[in-house]
């Protein structure tokens, strides 16, 4: 069964510092990999989306990476903002399927 | 871009009672829909896979009698909890698949929040 952790749970940065959210999943048979982003009591928006073949996807000041054999994903933030502020979910689709299984997230404040 | 409704966004119901969430697919159509249970600080749990005009597939532990999901059209997919009780209390949230795009693509719904008193 696909297990999906995220570290760390919660982060506090100052605005406009870079910076990386981590994201490990247990099985590397992967359709592909999904970053999110959930503002309280919202829903998600999808912010990047990374096919099995790929290695990263870039957004904006977001970059995201992927690692498969290691099971590993990175989002990077550059120059973070106060509207960054979020819960970050990374969620993979196992091969095969459409089903998406997902980390706890990371919550993100940028302090001004 | 696609776009996914939750009907309604907040719902407070008594216990024992049944509630019901629409799910619809605004401009495109669906033919498999999601749903998802989130608790506080928890993660995204999916319950049930809803295909239009067949019986829905749930997850190990979600009682189907409980959860009913009913995708009647290619553009709704309704989920009805029956006899309600606090521990039913949660975020639900929704998404679809375009069955005209992407095979990867899923869209999310906004969630709706259900509390049980």
């Known amino acids: 069964k696909q297990e999906v952790t995220q570290i760390p749970a919660a982060l506090s940065v100052p605005e406009g510092e870079n910076l990386v959210l981590n994201c490990s999943f247990t099985?590397?048979?992967?359709?592909?990999l999904q970053w999110f982003r959930q503002d309280p009591g919202k829903g998600l928006t999808s912010l990047l989306l990374?096919?099995?073949?790929?290695r990263e996807q870039t957004s904006g000041r977001l970059n995201a990476s992927l690692d498969k054999s290691s099971g590993r994903s990175t989002l990077y933030i550059a120059a973070s903002q106060p509207g960054d502020s979020a819960t970050y979910l990374c969620?993979?689709?196992?091969?095969?399927?459409?089903?998406?299984?997902f980390g706890k997230g990371t919550k993100l404040s940028v302090i001004p | 871009g696609a776009v996914v409704s939750q009907h309604p966004s907040r719902v407070i119901c008594k216990s024992g009672t049944s509630v019901k969430i629409e799910c619809r697919s605004l401009?495109?159509?669906?033919?498999?829909m999601f749903w998802y249970r989130q608790f506080p600080k928890q993660s995204l749990m999916l319950m049930a896979t809803?295909?239009?005009?067949?019986?829905?597939?749930?997850e190990q532990g979600v009682e189907k009698d409980k959860f009913l999901i009913n995708h009647a059209s290619l553009t709704l997919s309704t989920l009805t909890v029956t006899s309600a009780h606090p521990e039913d209390s949660s975020f639900y949230i929704c998404?679809?698949?375009?069955?005209?795009?992407?095979?990867?693509?899923?869209?999310f719904g906004p969630g709706t929040r259900l509390t049980v008193t």
């Open positions: 969620a993979v689709r196992g091969a095969g399927s459409y089903q998406l299984t």
């Open positions: 990374i096919q099995s073949s790929q």
């Open positions: 099985d590397s048979a992967i359709y592909n």
């Open positions: 998404s679809a698949r375009d069955s005209e795009g992407p095979a990867y693509e899923q869209y």
């Open positions: 809803s295909n239009e005009g067949s019986k829905a597939t749930y």
């Open positions: 401009d495109f159509q669906a033919t498999t």
